[in-house]
Structure formats: C-alpha cells, structure tokens
C-alpha cells in the first residue's frame, strides 16, 4: 500500500529555471510532509517541510505547497542550479515520526 | 566523528552467511530506524527504536534481526537472506515523537547476497 507517490521518476531543467517536484498522498490522517534530497553514495538529507495546517513554507530558493484537498504537494526551487541535481524524496508522517512513508523519489538533473 | 555512521558501506554474502550491519548515531537522538530502498521503489520502513525499546516491525522477515545496546547503536543482524534481500540498507535517527522531527540518514549498506 503505497501511500506517498511521486509519479514522476527523472525530471531535466535548465539552470536558472523553476524545477517543479510532484507528490501525491492518500492517506487524510498525514500531519506533516518533508522533502529529502539524496546524492549519489550519500544518505538522505533533510530539506524542508510543511505541516497540514499551512499550504505554503518557504525557505530560501526551496518552497514547498500544500494542496490538501487535492492531497497534493510541490516543491519548487528557483531558481535551480547544477547541484541541485539529485533525487528527491516525499515523505508524510501523523504526529509521530516512527511511521514516515516515502516515495520513490524523483531524480532531478539540472543542465548548466 | 559526527551525524550517523553506518558499516559497511559495501557487503556481499552468500545465503548461508550471517553477517551484522551497523549503525552509530552522534545527534544525541533517542529514535533509531532501519529502511531498506530496492531499486526504483519507496523507502521501506524496517524497524524503529524509540528509547532501545522497539516500537515498529513493519513485518520484516525473521531473517532480519535488529538491535538495539543503547540510543547511539543499531544493528541489523542478517542470516539465510536471499538474493531479493539485496538493497541498500539506510540507518536514520531522529528525536522521538514529533512528526515534524526529520530523520537523519547515514550513507547506507549496499548489501547484494549471491
């Protein structure tokens, strides 16, 4: 039962350009989402999140939005830069961490 | 040393061995986790600690077999795996409790069992 989705498996963008990072959740109960972000030979890393009572956080060039209606969530980055290339994790957990589901991740590549 | 350390970065076993992963954590965190990410899939909760005391079996094999001596080790015990078993094994901490407390990974085993 995969709960966190990300649909989208590679996304390419121009350096400079908005990238744009999808996901998709079914579980209503998620109380907070985050984003990681994951070089090759490296664990992942934590970026930003957002908990369920705002639709907008925004730190620096990362922001991420919350759709909940629509059980949705973006994170954008503008503008991108070549390392930002790596893959991107979602992730959403209740009021507990001990249960944080992700997705498969999107591998962002940013062209110079 | 600092962040989350795991060894060994690389493993290669047979399905006969039995071989241990470790995990150290220098956050002062009191949550440990192991993950398992297979190629093209979602991180797969494994085990979670909170405390020492296991509070998670997300329905792992017992061919896995966790542990944990105190809040800063984990251990991932392996035996009879086989050859599907073959991932990379991500170790994260974390402070308990707080869904908005983000886990902190090491750079993970790449475990392939021949």
């Known amino acids: 039962d995969q709960q966190v989705k990300q649909n989208s498996p590679s996304l390419s963008v121009q350096e400079g350009r908005i990238s744009i990072l999808n996901c998709d959740y079914t579980n209503s109960m998620f109380d907070y989402f985050l984003w990681y972000k994951k070089y090759p030979a490296e664990g992942p890393t934590f970026l930003i999140s957002?908990?369920?009572?705002?639709d907008k956080n925004e730190d620096g060039r990362f922001t991420v939005f919350l759709n909940k209606s629509a059980k949705h969530l973006s994170l954008h980055i503008v503008p991108s830069q070549p390392g930002d290339s790596a893959v991107y994790f979602c992730?959403?957990?209740?009021?507990?961490?001990?249960?944080?589901?992700f997705g498969a991740g999107t591998r962002l590549t940013v062209k110079p | 040393e600092t962040g989350v350390t795991q060894t060994p970065r690389h493993l290669v076993m047979g399905m006969t061995n039995k071989k241990s992963l470790k995990c150290e954590q220098h956050l002062g965190h009191n949550a440990m986790y192991w993950y398992k990410q297979s190629a093209k899939k979602p991180l797969e909760l494994m085990f979670v600690?909170?405390?020492?005391?296991?509070?998670e079996n997300n329905s792992v094999p017992s061919r896995f077999s966790p542990e944990c001596p105190n809040s800063s080790h984990l251990f991932l015990h392996l035996h009879t795996l086989q050859p599907e078993d073959s991932a990379l094994y991500l170790c994260?901490?974390?402070?308990?409790?707080?869904?908005?407390?983000?886990?902190?990974f090491g750079n993970g085993t790449r475990l392939t069992v021949t």
């Open positions: 957002i908990s369920s009572i705002k």
């Open positions: 600690y909170n405390f020492k005391e296991q509070t």
């Open positions: 994260a901490s974390s402070q308990a409790g707080g869904g908005n407390s983000p886990l902190h």
């Open positions: 992730a959403a957990s209740g009021d507990n961490n001990n249960d944080m589901r």
